[in-house]
């Protein structure tokens, strides 16, 4: 009978893993609000139980504490694979469980999605292109990665996941789904996880000088994240036909430079910028071509910069008291 209600309502139970961590909190939030029972596991590697905290009474949420390197037994009708550590100072912190996490956690959800016969989508990353030697990005180029470098540990476990889940489809007939997430910002992204919008801000607003490595010409697209939750809830509910992979990012590119100075007029005008010299191997350029998610999602993200890191800002400000 409930399965028969879920189904007439198109009230669906959805696991989403990493559902503490930043994308998955918000993601957790966003099904619920859209009427859907949700479980979270998480092993809170780099989540907060602070990110979930306002979903946690919810009637229609619940929370398990687990690690995806182990099986999981549970009953859904779709899973978001979102576990992973996603910052570099994170994922290289314990490069073997960053791999283990990647592809023992892919194999164990792809096991549970063909079990329960649940749809499965798998949060992949531009990082699968690696050093990429085409500019913009399209789905079909096969990346530049190095096999053995301190990065491989989460590229190249994201590029066997996604082997993971074509096999699956492949082997199996199971309907996947991949998502291939450019960088994305906003509220409950870590205070200290060495990324440019989080570190600006955090120095913004404790009045702190602002460093920009060379000379801040090098331009990022950065992609808030209500927009990349629209893109991967639209991306979920394509017929069985459509696996993706597929971009979502935000096109738009700023220099490291305009995003130092948008920061401090937001932060209250406090922070001087001072210049360094460059890091090797930083990329010039990075930046998504969304052609596909907006033929096939109807997706283009919609959140301004401006309007984005006002929020982000905000949540900062709140945190650091
Ligand atoms: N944020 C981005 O810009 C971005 C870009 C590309 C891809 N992604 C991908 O999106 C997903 C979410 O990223 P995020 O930015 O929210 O990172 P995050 O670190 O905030 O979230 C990851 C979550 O996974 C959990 N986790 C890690 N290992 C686990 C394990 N073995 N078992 C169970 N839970 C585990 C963490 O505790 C955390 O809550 C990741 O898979 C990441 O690779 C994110």
Known sequence: MVSVA?????????????????????????LLNEGHDVLCVDNFYTGTKRNIEPLLKHPRFELMRHDVTFPLYVEVDEIYNLACPASPIHYQWDPVQTTKTSV??????????????AKILQASTSEVYGDPQVHPQT????????????RSCYDEGKRCAETLFFDYRRQHHLPIKVARIFNTYGPRMHPN?????????????????????????????????????EGLIRLMATPEEFTGPVN?????????????????????????ITF??????????????????????????????EEGLKATASYFSKLLG
């Open 139 to 150: 789905e079909d180029y096969w990346g530049h990665v190095n096999p053995i470098g301190p």
């Open 6 to 30: 879920r189904t007439r309502f198109s009230q669906r139970r959805i696991l989403v893993t990493g559902g503490a961590g930043f994308l998955g909190s918000h993601l957790c939030e966003r």
């Open 248 to 272: 979502l990012g935000n096109p738009n590119e700023v220099t490291i430079l305009e995003l130092a100075e948008k920061v401090i007029e937001l932060c209250g005008d406090r922070s001087k």
């Open 276 to 305: 360094q010299p460059a890091v090797p191997d930083d990329p010039r350029q990075r930046r998504p071509n969304i052609g596909l998610a907006h033929e096939v999602l109807g997706w283009t993200p919609s959140v301004s910069l």
């Open 193 to 229: 996880d060495g990324r440019v919008v989080s570190n600006f801000i955090v120095q913004a607003l404790k009045g702190e000088p602002i460093t920009i490595y060379g000379e801040g010409k090098q331009t990022r697209s950065f992609c808030y994240v209500d927009d990349l939750i």
């Open 104 to 117: 023992h956690g892919a194999i164990n959800m792809l096991g549970l999605a063909k079990r329960v016969k």
